[in-house]
Protein backbone atom coordinates (compact mmCIF):
# COMPACT_ATOMS: atom_id res chain seq x y z
CA UNK A 1 0.00 0.00 0.00
CA UNK A 2 3.11 2.42 0.72
CA UNK A 3 4.11 4.54 -2.12
CA UNK A 4 8.03 3.90 -3.26
CA UNK A 5 10.06 6.24 -1.02
CA UNK A 6 11.31 7.81 -4.39
CA UNK A 7 8.09 9.12 -5.47
CA UNK A 8 6.76 9.99 -2.01
CA UNK A 9 9.99 11.95 -1.80
CA UNK A 10 9.16 13.46 -4.92
CA UNK A 11 5.75 14.77 -4.14
CA UNK A 12 6.97 15.74 -0.93
CA UNK A 13 9.41 17.78 -2.80
CA UNK A 14 6.49 19.44 -5.18
CA UNK A 15 4.47 20.26 -1.96
CA UNK A 16 7.64 21.67 -0.31
CA UNK A 17 5.64 25.68 -1.26
CA UNK A 18 2.36 23.98 0.23
CA UNK A 19 3.65 22.32 3.05
CA UNK A 20 3.66 24.91 6.09
CA UNK A 21 6.02 22.28 7.61
CA UNK A 22 7.06 18.87 7.13
CA UNK A 23 7.17 16.63 9.96
CA UNK A 24 7.58 12.72 10.68
CA UNK A 25 4.31 11.10 9.89
CA UNK A 26 6.13 8.36 12.21
CA UNK A 27 6.34 6.18 9.57
CA UNK A 28 9.88 5.02 9.49
CA UNK A 29 10.87 9.01 9.32
CA UNK A 30 9.56 9.91 6.08
CA UNK A 31 8.43 13.29 5.11
CA UNK A 32 4.93 14.86 4.36
CA UNK A 33 3.34 17.73 3.85
CA UNK A 34 0.91 18.80 5.74
CA UNK A 35 -2.16 20.86 5.67
CA UNK A 36 -3.28 23.98 8.19
CA UNK A 37 -6.84 24.16 7.25
CA UNK A 38 -9.56 23.14 4.46
CA UNK A 39 -11.51 25.52 2.20
CA UNK A 40 -14.61 23.28 0.40
CA UNK A 41 -17.32 24.20 -2.10
CA UNK A 42 -20.14 22.39 -3.41
CA UNK A 43 -23.80 21.02 -2.46
CA UNK A 44 -25.78 19.08 0.38
CA UNK A 45 -22.52 15.80 0.52
CA UNK A 46 -20.45 18.79 1.89
CA UNK A 47 -22.67 20.94 3.58
CA UNK A 48 -22.10 21.52 7.75
CA UNK A 49 -24.65 23.90 8.54
CA UNK A 50 -24.75 26.27 5.62
CA UNK A 51 -28.36 25.75 4.55
CA UNK A 52 -29.47 26.17 8.03
CA UNK A 53 -29.02 29.66 7.62
CA UNK A 54 -31.23 30.42 4.40
CA UNK A 55 -34.70 31.30 4.23
CA UNK A 56 -35.53 28.80 1.73
CA UNK A 57 -33.63 25.58 3.29
CA UNK A 58 -33.42 26.49 6.71
CA UNK A 59 -36.44 24.08 8.12
CA UNK A 60 -35.34 21.40 5.73
CA UNK A 61 -34.72 17.57 6.63
CA UNK A 62 -31.18 17.91 8.09
CA UNK A 63 -32.50 20.65 10.66
CA UNK A 64 -34.51 18.27 12.22
CA UNK A 65 -34.04 14.49 13.74
CA UNK A 66 -33.21 11.87 12.99
CA UNK A 67 -30.08 13.44 11.07
CA UNK A 68 -27.41 14.03 13.05
CA UNK A 69 -28.36 10.99 15.31
CA UNK A 70 -25.05 8.69 14.87
CA UNK A 71 -22.36 11.02 15.69
CA UNK A 72 -23.33 14.90 16.61
CA UNK A 73 -26.57 13.33 18.37
CA UNK A 74 -28.33 16.39 17.41
CA UNK A 75 -28.87 17.59 13.92
CA UNK A 76 -26.69 19.97 12.55
CA UNK A 77 -27.56 20.42 9.28
CA UNK A 78 -25.32 17.52 7.48
CA UNK A 79 -27.28 15.80 5.66
CA UNK A 80 -26.31 12.42 7.19
CA UNK A 81 -26.91 10.74 10.18
CA UNK A 82 -23.33 11.56 11.10
CA UNK A 83 -20.27 12.96 9.58
CA UNK A 84 -19.62 13.96 6.17
CA UNK A 85 -16.54 13.40 3.92
CA UNK A 86 -15.37 16.73 4.56
CA UNK A 87 -15.59 16.04 8.07
CA UNK A 88 -13.64 12.99 7.71
CA UNK A 89 -10.89 14.59 5.71
CA UNK A 90 -10.04 17.47 7.81
CA UNK A 91 -10.08 14.50 11.32
CA UNK A 92 -7.85 12.55 8.86
CA UNK A 93 -5.42 15.72 8.39
CA UNK A 94 -5.86 17.12 11.77
CA UNK A 95 -7.01 20.38 10.90
CA UNK A 96 -9.89 22.62 12.11
CA UNK A 97 -13.61 21.85 11.00
CA UNK A 98 -13.83 24.82 8.32
CA UNK A 99 -16.76 27.50 9.32
CA UNK A 100 -19.58 27.05 7.46
CA UNK A 101 -19.16 30.56 5.45
CA UNK A 102 -23.05 31.19 6.54
CA UNK A 103 -22.43 31.03 10.38
CA UNK A 104 -18.81 33.03 9.93
CA UNK A 105 -18.44 36.38 10.18
CA UNK A 106 -15.23 37.73 11.15
CA UNK A 107 -11.71 36.68 10.46
CA UNK A 108 -11.38 34.52 13.04
CA UNK A 109 -13.54 32.27 12.09
CA UNK A 110 -12.26 31.91 8.80
CA UNK A 111 -8.54 31.59 9.45
CA UNK A 112 -9.20 27.86 10.19
CA UNK A 113 -11.11 27.46 6.81
CA UNK A 114 -14.07 27.22 5.21
CA UNK A 115 -17.21 25.84 3.66
CA UNK A 116 -18.85 27.26 0.97
CA UNK A 117 -21.31 24.17 0.36
CA UNK A 118 -24.62 24.39 0.63
CA UNK A 119 -27.10 21.21 0.33
CA UNK A 120 -28.81 22.19 -3.17
CA UNK A 121 -26.50 24.18 -4.55
CA UNK A 122 -25.98 23.87 -8.44
CA UNK A 123 -22.92 24.77 -10.14
CA UNK A 124 -24.66 26.82 -12.89
CA UNK A 125 -26.34 30.26 -11.87
CA UNK A 126 -30.09 31.12 -11.79
CA UNK A 127 -30.42 32.49 -14.97
CA UNK A 128 -29.07 29.27 -17.08
CA UNK A 129 -31.97 27.23 -15.18
CA UNK A 130 -34.66 29.94 -15.62
CA UNK A 131 -34.13 30.71 -19.42
CA UNK A 132 -34.77 26.76 -19.89
CA UNK A 133 -38.22 26.96 -17.51
CA UNK A 134 -36.42 25.77 -14.67
CA UNK A 135 -36.21 26.70 -10.91
CA UNK A 136 -33.50 25.57 -8.80
CA UNK A 137 -33.86 24.34 -5.49
CA UNK A 138 -31.64 27.02 -3.91
CA UNK A 139 -30.96 30.34 -4.75
CA UNK A 140 -26.71 29.38 -4.64
CA UNK A 141 -24.44 28.13 -7.21
CA UNK A 142 -20.90 28.20 -7.67
CA UNK A 143 -20.93 31.81 -8.48
CA UNK A 144 -22.22 32.75 -4.84
CA UNK A 145 -19.61 30.06 -3.46
CA UNK A 146 -16.48 32.21 -5.37
CA UNK A 147 -18.10 35.68 -4.37
CA UNK A 148 -18.09 34.30 -0.76
CA UNK A 149 -14.80 32.66 -1.09
CA UNK A 150 -13.37 36.43 -2.27
CA UNK A 151 -15.16 38.03 0.66
CA UNK A 152 -13.41 35.48 3.04
CA UNK A 153 -10.16 36.18 1.65
CA UNK A 154 -10.65 40.22 2.14
CA UNK A 155 -11.20 39.75 5.67
CA UNK A 156 -7.86 37.43 5.78
CA UNK A 157 -5.91 40.44 5.09
CA UNK A 158 -3.12 41.45 2.75
CA UNK A 159 -2.60 39.57 -0.35
CA UNK A 160 0.45 38.51 1.19
CA UNK A 161 -1.24 37.13 4.30
CA UNK A 162 -3.95 35.80 1.56
CA UNK A 163 -1.67 33.52 0.03
CA UNK A 164 -0.09 32.43 3.04
CA UNK A 165 -2.98 30.98 4.18
CA UNK A 166 -4.17 29.79 1.24
CA UNK A 167 -0.98 28.05 -0.06
CA UNK A 168 -0.86 25.61 3.10
CA UNK A 169 -4.46 25.00 2.69
CA UNK A 170 -6.33 22.03 1.40
CA UNK A 171 -9.03 22.77 -1.53
CA UNK A 172 -12.32 20.91 -2.08
CA UNK A 173 -13.81 21.71 -4.93
CA UNK A 174 -17.04 19.44 -5.33
CA UNK A 175 -19.07 17.24 -5.37
CA UNK A 176 -21.00 19.56 -7.60
CA UNK A 177 -23.66 19.17 -10.38
CA UNK A 178 -25.70 16.22 -9.04
CA UNK A 179 -28.81 19.42 -8.53
CA UNK A 180 -28.07 20.74 -11.66
CA UNK A 181 -28.97 17.50 -13.32
CA UNK A 182 -31.32 15.96 -11.25
CA UNK A 183 -33.01 18.64 -8.74
CA UNK A 184 -33.35 21.60 -11.70
CA UNK A 185 -33.74 18.94 -14.60
CA UNK A 186 -34.23 15.22 -14.12
CA UNK A 187 -36.88 16.02 -11.54
CA UNK A 188 -38.97 18.08 -13.81
CA UNK A 189 -39.37 15.04 -16.57
CA UNK A 190 -36.37 16.26 -18.64
CA UNK A 191 -34.75 13.21 -20.18
CA UNK A 192 -31.42 12.25 -19.92
CA UNK A 193 -30.67 13.06 -23.34
CA UNK A 194 -31.42 17.03 -22.64
CA UNK A 195 -29.75 16.86 -19.32
CA UNK A 196 -26.57 15.65 -20.99
CA UNK A 197 -26.38 18.64 -22.59
CA UNK A 198 -25.80 20.53 -19.41
CA UNK A 199 -22.95 18.16 -18.90
CA UNK A 200 -20.17 21.14 -20.63
CA UNK A 201 -21.43 23.84 -18.76
CA UNK A 202 -21.57 22.44 -15.80
CA UNK A 203 -17.89 20.97 -16.31
CA UNK A 204 -17.14 24.74 -17.06
CA UNK A 205 -18.21 26.12 -13.96
CA UNK A 206 -16.13 23.64 -11.83
CA UNK A 207 -12.96 25.02 -13.49
CA UNK A 208 -13.90 28.27 -13.10
CA UNK A 209 -13.74 27.19 -9.36
CA UNK A 210 -10.62 26.11 -9.61
CA UNK A 211 -9.17 28.29 -12.04
CA UNK A 212 -10.46 30.96 -8.70
CA UNK A 213 -8.45 29.68 -5.81
CA UNK A 214 -5.36 28.81 -7.91
CA UNK A 215 -5.24 32.43 -8.71
CA UNK A 216 -5.56 32.81 -5.41
CA UNK A 217 -2.75 30.82 -3.97
CA UNK A 218 -3.72 27.20 -3.75
CA UNK A 219 -1.15 24.41 -4.30
CA UNK A 220 -3.18 21.62 -3.71
CA UNK A 221 -6.94 21.38 -4.95
CA UNK A 222 -9.22 17.74 -4.72
CA UNK A 223 -11.77 17.55 -6.64
CA UNK A 224 -14.27 14.81 -5.97
CA UNK A 225 -16.10 13.70 -9.52
CA UNK A 226 -19.61 12.72 -9.87
CA UNK A 227 -21.45 9.83 -8.07
CA UNK A 228 -22.86 7.15 -9.55
CA UNK A 229 -26.17 8.54 -9.84
CA UNK A 230 -28.07 5.58 -10.86
CA UNK A 231 -27.22 4.16 -7.52
CA UNK A 232 -29.33 6.59 -5.80
CA UNK A 233 -32.69 4.46 -3.89
CA UNK A 234 -34.56 8.40 -4.70
CA UNK A 235 -33.86 7.86 -8.42
CA UNK A 236 -34.29 4.24 -8.46
CA UNK A 237 -37.83 4.61 -7.16
CA UNK A 238 -38.24 7.61 -8.89
CA UNK A 239 -37.86 5.87 -12.40
CA UNK A 240 -39.04 2.29 -11.19
CA UNK A 241 -40.63 0.33 -14.04
CA UNK A 242 -41.43 3.53 -15.77
CA UNK A 243 -41.46 3.67 -19.77
CA UNK A 244 -37.77 4.78 -20.84
CA UNK A 245 -36.09 4.29 -17.44
CA UNK A 246 -33.64 1.91 -19.47
CA UNK A 247 -32.02 -0.71 -18.20
CA UNK A 248 -30.28 -2.17 -14.74
CA UNK A 249 -26.80 -3.06 -14.98
CA UNK A 250 -26.63 -6.60 -13.83
CA UNK A 251 -24.16 -6.35 -11.39
CA UNK A 252 -25.22 -3.65 -9.06
CA UNK A 253 -28.51 -3.23 -9.55
CA UNK A 254 -28.17 0.33 -10.77
CA UNK A 255 -29.60 2.48 -13.55
CA UNK A 256 -27.27 2.39 -16.23
CA UNK A 257 -28.79 5.81 -18.09
CA UNK A 258 -28.16 7.47 -15.35
CA UNK A 259 -24.95 6.27 -14.67
CA UNK A 260 -23.73 7.30 -18.09
CA UNK A 261 -24.06 10.40 -17.67
CA UNK A 262 -22.59 10.54 -14.32
CA UNK A 263 -19.49 8.41 -16.23
CA UNK A 264 -20.13 11.13 -18.84
CA UNK A 265 -19.66 14.13 -16.47
CA UNK A 266 -16.71 12.32 -14.99
CA UNK A 267 -15.15 12.41 -18.67
CA UNK A 268 -15.16 15.70 -19.09
CA UNK A 269 -14.25 16.70 -15.51
CA UNK A 270 -11.07 14.56 -15.90
CA UNK A 271 -10.67 16.26 -19.63
CA UNK A 272 -10.90 20.00 -17.97
CA UNK A 273 -8.88 18.74 -15.12
CA UNK A 274 -5.57 17.48 -17.54
CA UNK A 275 -5.78 21.56 -18.95
CA UNK A 276 -5.74 22.54 -15.69
CA UNK A 277 -2.63 20.54 -14.18
CA UNK A 278 -0.97 21.39 -17.58
CA UNK A 279 -1.38 25.21 -17.25
CA UNK A 280 -0.60 25.07 -13.51
CA UNK A 281 2.29 23.39 -13.20
CA UNK A 282 2.68 24.18 -9.48
CA UNK A 283 -0.70 22.93 -7.97
CA UNK A 284 -1.69 19.64 -7.64
CA UNK A 285 -4.97 19.04 -9.12
CA UNK A 286 -6.15 15.51 -7.45
CA UNK A 287 -9.17 14.40 -9.10
CA UNK A 288 -11.18 12.29 -6.34
CA UNK A 289 -12.88 9.23 -7.89
CA UNK A 290 -16.15 9.54 -5.86
CA UNK A 291 -18.10 7.46 -8.77
CA UNK A 292 -15.80 4.08 -8.21
CA UNK A 293 -15.77 4.72 -4.33
CA UNK A 294 -19.36 4.93 -4.08
CA UNK A 295 -19.89 1.50 -6.92
CA UNK A 296 -17.26 -0.23 -4.39
CA UNK A 297 -20.08 0.38 -1.79
CA UNK A 298 -23.30 -0.91 -4.06
CA UNK A 299 -21.23 -3.65 -5.27
CA UNK A 300 -19.28 -5.34 -2.52
CA UNK A 301 -21.09 -4.01 0.72
CA UNK A 302 -19.94 -7.02 2.55
CA UNK A 303 -16.18 -6.21 2.27
CA UNK A 304 -17.23 -2.53 3.59
CA UNK A 305 -19.14 -3.81 6.45
CA UNK A 306 -22.38 -3.00 4.93
CA UNK A 307 -25.10 -5.66 5.72
CA UNK A 308 -28.25 -4.70 4.19
CA UNK A 309 -29.31 -4.12 0.79
CA UNK A 310 -26.58 -1.12 -0.44
CA UNK A 311 -29.95 0.60 -2.42
CA UNK A 312 -32.37 1.07 0.19
CA UNK A 313 -32.37 3.98 2.41
CA UNK A 314 -32.14 3.80 6.25
CA UNK A 315 -34.71 6.39 6.87
CA UNK A 316 -37.93 7.69 5.71
CA UNK A 317 -40.74 5.43 4.39
CA UNK A 318 -41.39 3.02 1.50
CA UNK A 319 -40.28 0.09 1.88
CA UNK A 320 -39.92 -2.27 -0.85
CA UNK A 321 -36.51 -2.66 -2.87
CA UNK A 322 -35.63 0.87 -2.25
CA UNK A 323 -37.48 1.85 0.56
CA UNK A 324 -38.01 5.62 -0.60
CA UNK A 325 -40.98 7.72 -1.54
CA UNK A 326 -40.51 11.65 -1.70
CA UNK A 327 -43.96 11.80 0.26
CA UNK A 328 -42.29 9.81 3.21
CA UNK A 329 -38.77 11.56 3.20
CA UNK A 330 -36.56 10.90 6.34
CA UNK A 331 -37.90 12.78 9.24
CA UNK A 332 -41.30 13.04 8.16
CA UNK A 333 -44.11 12.46 10.47
CA UNK A 334 -44.94 8.26 10.41
CA UNK A 335 -41.25 7.93 9.15
CA UNK A 336 -38.74 6.04 10.97
CA UNK A 337 -34.87 5.44 10.85
CA UNK A 338 -33.11 2.30 10.39
CA UNK A 339 -32.10 0.77 13.92
CA UNK A 340 -27.92 0.58 12.53
CA UNK A 341 -27.22 3.01 9.95
CA UNK A 342 -23.71 2.16 9.86
CA UNK A 343 -25.06 -1.37 7.95
CA UNK A 344 -26.33 1.09 5.00
CA UNK A 345 -24.71 2.87 2.45
CA UNK A 346 -28.09 5.34 1.62
CA UNK A 347 -29.14 7.48 5.04
CA UNK A 348 -32.36 8.95 3.18
CA UNK A 349 -32.09 7.55 -0.15
CA UNK A 350 -30.04 10.71 -1.49
CA UNK A 351 -27.48 11.07 1.01
CA UNK A 352 -24.96 8.34 2.58
CA UNK A 353 -24.58 7.31 6.08
CA UNK A 354 -22.17 8.11 8.30
CA UNK A 355 -20.37 4.93 7.40
CA UNK A 356 -20.63 5.26 3.55
CA UNK A 357 -19.02 8.28 3.80
CA UNK A 358 -15.64 7.22 6.03
CA UNK A 359 -15.07 4.69 3.40
CA UNK A 360 -15.51 7.60 0.45
CA UNK A 361 -13.08 9.67 2.54
CA UNK A 362 -10.99 6.59 2.69
CA UNK A 363 -11.27 6.34 -1.15
CA UNK A 364 -10.42 10.06 -1.44
CA UNK A 365 -7.72 9.22 0.98
CA UNK A 366 -6.26 6.31 -1.05
CA UNK A 367 -3.90 7.04 -3.95
CA UNK A 368 -5.23 4.50 -5.84
CA UNK A 369 -8.75 5.89 -5.87
CA UNK A 370 -7.61 9.28 -6.54
CA UNK A 371 -5.05 8.64 -9.44
CA UNK A 372 -6.49 9.64 -12.70
CA UNK A 373 -6.06 8.36 -16.15
CA UNK A 374 -3.10 6.78 -17.52
CA UNK A 375 -2.36 10.10 -19.81
CA UNK A 376 -2.82 12.63 -16.91
CA UNK A 377 1.24 12.96 -15.62
CA UNK A 378 1.56 10.94 -11.90
CA UNK A 379 3.23 13.26 -9.66
CA UNK A 380 0.93 16.43 -10.39
CA UNK A 381 -2.47 13.80 -10.35
CA UNK A 382 -1.19 13.15 -6.74
CA UNK A 383 -1.40 14.17 -3.33
CA UNK A 384 1.30 13.57 -0.37
CA UNK A 385 -1.74 10.85 1.28
CA UNK A 386 -0.11 8.73 4.27
CA UNK A 387 -1.15 5.77 6.06
CA UNK A 388 -1.22 7.55 9.15
CA UNK A 389 -4.40 10.08 7.84
CA UNK A 390 -6.23 6.70 6.84
CA UNK A 391 -5.65 5.37 10.13
CA UNK A 392 -6.44 8.09 12.12
CA UNK A 393 -10.11 7.70 10.44
CA UNK A 394 -9.75 3.82 10.36
CA UNK A 395 -9.39 3.32 7.28
CA UNK A 396 -6.50 0.90 7.78
C1 LIG B 1 -26.48 34.15 -5.34
O1 LIG B 1 -26.23 35.04 -6.38
C2 LIG B 1 -27.41 35.47 -7.06
C3 LIG B 1 -26.97 36.31 -8.24
O2 LIG B 1 -26.11 37.31 -7.84
C4 LIG B 1 -28.29 36.24 -6.08
O3 LIG B 1 -29.48 36.60 -6.72
C5 LIG B 1 -28.61 35.30 -4.91
O4 LIG B 1 -29.36 36.01 -3.93
C6 LIG B 1 -27.33 34.81 -4.26
N1 LIG B 1 -27.65 33.88 -3.20
C7 LIG B 1 -27.36 34.08 -1.93
C8 LIG B 1 -27.83 33.05 -0.96
O5 LIG B 1 -26.73 35.04 -1.51
C1 LIG C 1 -43.78 14.10 -14.84
O1 LIG C 1 -44.52 13.24 -15.66
C2 LIG C 1 -45.44 12.42 -14.95
C3 LIG C 1 -46.06 11.43 -15.94
O2 LIG C 1 -46.24 12.02 -17.20
C4 LIG C 1 -46.50 13.33 -14.29
O3 LIG C 1 -47.43 12.55 -13.56
C5 LIG C 1 -45.78 14.27 -13.33
O4 LIG C 1 -46.70 15.17 -12.76
C6 LIG C 1 -44.70 15.05 -14.05
N1 LIG C 1 -43.92 15.81 -13.08
C7 LIG C 1 -43.60 17.10 -13.23
C8 LIG C 1 -42.80 17.71 -12.11
O5 LIG C 1 -43.89 17.75 -14.20
Redesign the pocket.
Known amino acids: MAPLPRLLLAVALLHAAAASAATDDGEGGRRRARYDRVFSFGDSLTDTGNALH ?1 SSTGAGPASRPPYGETFFRRPTGRASDGRLVVDFIVEALGVPHPTPYLAGKAAADFRRGANFA ?1 GGATAL ?2 HFFESRGLTPF ?4 L ?2 QT ?1 WFKNVLHLLGSVEEQRKITSTSLFLVGEIGVNDYFVSALGRNRTVGEVKTFVPRVVAAVGSVITDVIAAGARTVVVPGMIPLGCEPQLLAHYKGGAGTGEYDPESGCLTRLNDLAELHNRELRRMLSGLRRAHPGTAVVYADLYRAVTDLVVSPAKYGFRSRPLAACCGGGGGAYNFNDAAFCGAAGTAACADPSEYVSWDGVHFTEAANRRIACAVLEGSHSHGAADEPALSNSWATTEAWRRRIGCV
Open positions: LVDLVPVSDNS
